[in-house]
């Protein structure tokens, strides 16, 4: 053990060292590498940035034509249509609708549009109106009206949203966000109140579009200074999945795991990044569940508790005993497929993020959605 004057004078030198910058700080770090520091250690910024900006990001443009063309015949026919958007978590349902509305403001046609996040319409407005009567008044007073519903999972009531959207209007063009399941789940209810004119899928990036999607990531987050190199793409590339999402998370956290190990932000990184994520072997874990398991994952996704999903409720919607559900559960979670958190004597189980476009698309293939 060090006596008083020699830890005085170690904590003078290390005070004299960061003087002259010589510490390990994770922005000063960013920014000697052409990084801007606030972009980076703010998770949301670069959604936030697309959705601003969606000229400059990768997207689904076979899905914007096609959307495209149905406005462009709604402008001339009118009527009451609906396009269903259909993807995973984190393909870009949300960026694809804020490109819509980007597109259609640049036309040389007046035709208003209503963005609209679904998981608001029953909160009160300033002047003490729900969300959904203002939007309906509006609708009402417009000729034509193009409404992009965002979130749809977020809205406990959304058949009956949309049938009040439908109502409120005599021309009005949807487009409609749904995850898979949920889309799933409620097409038939949704079918009979909003007739469906067509369906948008929004599928998963090619390695193309994917490798152009994160080579925008970089030159977001550096605003136009750093190119990161082709092994470095090409890897994040192979653990995305074709989800943006999920290649936005791998390069934030491969910056992180390149300043701790003091080395550069090459394929490595990004393979120690994949590990903390989570991704190592997951796709082969979720297509290797059985169906048992399926069935509960089912479950969890088609549950609207934002907590996550408690045990005793998978006991009566499965109609199983508690130590079944268990071991279903404790399973799932050693796989890496799902996480649990307490809360007071309660655990809530959920899906993984970085994990639940991989389970959607097991959930779908296999057909297991029902009520």
């Known amino acids: 053990m060090s006596d008083g004057s020699d830890r005085l004078d170690r904590f003078r030198q290390a005070f004299e060292r960061g003087e002259q ?27 936030e940035y697309f959705r601003d900006n969606p000229d400059l990001s990768a997207n689904h443009d076979r899905q914007l034509e096609s959307a495209a063309e149905y406005i462009g015949f ?70 034509q009206t193009v409404v992009l519903v965002d979130n749809c999972r977020q809205d406990r009531d959304v058949v009956r949203s949309l ?8 021309d009005v063009l949807v487009l409609s966000a749904w995850s898979p399941e949920w ?7 949704v079918e ?13 990036f090619s390695e193309d579009d994917m490798a152009a999607a994160v080579n925008a990531v970089f030159s977001a987050l550096s605003g136009g200074q750093v190119v990161p190199d ?48 989570g991704l190592e072997g997951i796709e082969e874990e979720v297509y290797s569940i059985p169906e048992s398991r399926l ?11 934002e907590r996550g999903m408690q045990p005793s409720k998978l006991v009566d919607l499965l109609n199983r005993d508690k130590s079944t559900v268990s071991y279903h559960l404790r399973e799932l979670r050693d796989a890496g497929i799902v996480e649990s958190e307490r809360s007071g004597r309660r655990a809530f189980y959920s899906i993984r993020e970085p994990v639940k476009p991989v389970v959607q698309g097991r959930v779908v293939q296999q057909g297991e959605i029902h009520g």
């Open 295 to 305: 069935t509960v994952l089912t479950r969890m996704l088609l549950d609207t508790d």
């Open 192 to 204: 009979a109140v909003l007739p469906v004119t067509d369906e948008i899928h929004l599928e998963e």
């Open 74 to 143: 709604f402008s001339r026919k009118g009527g009451c249509r609906h396009l269903p958007v259909v993807g995973v978590s984190g393909i870009g349902k949300t960026l694809f609708l804020h490109t819509v509305q980007h597109a259609v403001g640049e036309l040389p046609v007046d035709i208003p549009v209503e963005f609209v996040d679904a998981g608001t319409l029953d909160e009160e407005t300033e002047d003490n109106r729900f969300r959904l009567r203002s939007l309906e008044d509006r609708l009402y007073e417009n000729d």
């Open 163 to 170: 049938e009040s959207i439908g109502d409120a209007a005599g």
């Open 183 to 189: 889309w799933h789940h409620h097409c038939n209810d």
């Open 21 to 47: 910058g010589e510490v390990n700080d994770y922005r000063e770090w960013l920014q000697e590498r052409g990084f801007r520091p606030e972009r980076v250690t703010d998770e949301d910024w670069v959604a």
């Open 230 to 277: 082709r092994d470095y793409v090409e890897e994040v590339v192979g653990w995305s999945h074709g989800v943006p999402r999920i290649a936005v998370a791998v390069v934030y956290r491969s910056l992180e795991e390149a300043f701790r190990s003091g080395k550069a932000v090459d394929g490595d990184a990004v393979v120690a990044a994949a590990e903390k994520l």
